[in-house]
Each structure stands twice: as C-alpha cells, then as structure tokens.
C-alpha cells in the first residue's frame, strides 16, 4: 500500500478537495523527517529530489532508502524526481525506482517540449506504475538546473495545455501560473487562479484525469493555497522553506552550542524543526487524516 505513484494519492486528493504535499530533501535527515511528520498527521505523502541531491546521494541509495521507509509506513508515499531537464536521466531514475518522473522541457519550443515529454511517459510507463509530470510555461525563479527571471516567465495558455496533455500522454501536469520558485518578493503575489481553474475545467471537468501541480509553494499566502485547491490544485510543491529551516536550524543551534561536538544534536533539531513546518503545511493543504 505505500510505494505509490504521484498519480494515485492526486486523483484521490483532487476528488476530496484537498492536496498532497510534496516536499523537496537533500539529505536523510530531512527525508526521515518529512516522513514523520506525514505519519504523525496521517497524510499521503511525496517526496522529491532535484537531480542535484539524486545525484550526490545515488539515486539508487534513495531508493533503497525511501522503500524501507515507505514499505513500513502505514501511508502511501511517492518518491518524485523534480525539475530534470535531461531525458535520459529521466530514465535512469524510472529505472532505479522513484515512481514519479518529472521532465521540465518548459523552457524547449512547444514542439520540443511535447517530443521530450512523450519519450519520457512511454519509456516510464513502459518500466512499471510510475507517474510522469511535465511543465507548460515557465515558474520563475530558482530550481537546480533551470533558472528563469521574473519577467520572462510565460504562463501556461488553456488550449495549449489541453493539446500537450493528449499529445504527450502526460499523468500529471504543472501549468505555469504565476507561482515563483525561491522567496516572494511582495506579500501578494500575483498568481492567475482563474488560469487554473480553466485549465482544470478543460482537462478534469469531466471527471478528474491529469491532476494539477502547483510549484513555487513556500511562502504563498494561506488563502491562496485554499483557492490554489479549490481550483484544481492537487499537489503544492514546497522546497525553499525546507531549505531555510534547515540551514537556520542548523546555524542557531551551532551559535547556541558552540562548545558541544555532537552531531547528532545538530541533526534532532533540525529534524524536529522540519516534521513542524511539514506538519504545519499537511494542516494548510488539508491533507491530515487522508491517508
Ligand atoms: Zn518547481
């Protein structure tokens, strides 16, 4: 029951209204803790890696880890590669074992994207129950290997959305649309919900079949997030925040403690200060007790 892929938990989270949350870890400690957090809350849960981290850690070492963890865990948990411009590698994790693959060729020509895409759905689900996302439009800001300036950023068009999904055969799709990676620079972004919510009435209207992402997650306002939802929104992805905890965690502990050498202090608080704002993010998403 919990080896699951992106798809599955969506479609049932699209259905009852509420979202997965699906949250970016560079190291074990993170990951351990935003299992905890999902179990302590009893919400289905996906777990990303940026190819930076699959990379560094061995995507095979992920994977080994991430089905102890979720073979044992009463929830269904997907392990997502996020943002991977390159099809191979793409491939390379399909094989390796995550079970959701996402190929970002947002920044390719339409054309280009669609070709990337399809090649990367076919291989995977030729591999077994694995899910693929792609992105139409671009998010801007910061996300490994892909960086786009604020200005730039071109939101996902409803028509062409609906072309990409039934050309490329896509499971899940991320329409850019107006969501930032890295940190908001006003208070209240400028996020065009109605986007989404015809996008979503185009491609689920009539019962729900490639659910929606939602990236640039960290520091979105809560009743944004409530009307991201109720617009389609079925899976939020938060990494910078996760980031900021555990750097900041890190840091003050060590100023705190300056004399003591003992890493695994260092490790409790921040693991602690993860499972928090992880669980602080099940309870926005609505998620808790959906398991
Ligand atoms: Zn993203």
């Excluded at 970016?24 to 351990?32: A, K, M, R, S």
């Excluded at 590669?81 to 074992?97: F, I, M, N, R």
């Excluded at 990337?116 to 759905?121: F, I, L, P, T």
């Excluded at 019962?207 to 409530?226: R, S």
């Amino acid at each position: 029951m919990s080896i699951v892929n992106a798809k599955e938990i969506m479609i049932e989270a699209a259905r009852g209204k509420y979202a997965v949350g699906a949250f970016n870890i560079t190291d074990l400690i993170q990951l351990e803790a935003v299992v905890e957090a999902a179990k302590e809350k009893k919400a289905p849960l996906i777990i990303q890696t940026s190819v930076k981290p699959s990379k560094f850690l061995d995507r095979h070492v992920l994977v080994a880890i991430y089905r102890t963890l979720a073979e044992a865990a009463p929830i269904p948990i997907c392990l997502h590669l996020d943002h991977c411009t390159d099809v191979e590698y793409c491939k390379q994790c399909a094989d390796a074992g995550y079970t959701n693959i996402m190929i970002d060729a947002s920044k390719q020509t339409f054309e280009e994207n669609i070709r990337q895409s399809k090649e990367v759905v076919d291989y995977s689900h030729s591999v077994g129950n694995l899910s693929v996302e792609a992105e139409l439009g671009t998010v801007s800001g910061v996300e490994d290997q892909v960086k786009v300036a604020e200005d730039e950023a071109a939101l996902a068009n409803p028509a062409q959305a609906a072309e990409f999904v039934e050309r490329t055969g896509v499971d899940i799709f991320a329409p850019a649309i107006g969501t930032a990676h890295g940190v908001y620079k006003t208070k209240n972004p400028k996020i065009d919900f109605d986007r989404l919510g015809k996008i979503n009435q185009i491609l689920n209207g009539g019962g729900i079949k490639t659910p929606l992402v939602v990236h640039g997650g960290t520091g979105l306002p809560e009743d944004y997030i409530k009307r991201l939802i109720e617009m389609g929104g079925a899976k939020f992805n938060v990494s910078t925040e996760l980031k900021h905890t555990l750097i900041d965690t890190t840091y003050e502990y060590i100023i705190a403690n300056r004399d003591e050498y003992d890493p695994g202090k260092i490790d409790s608080a921040v693991k602690d200060a993860i499972r928090m704002a992880v669980g602080h993010w099940i309870d926005m998403l609505g998620s808790a007790g959906k398991a």
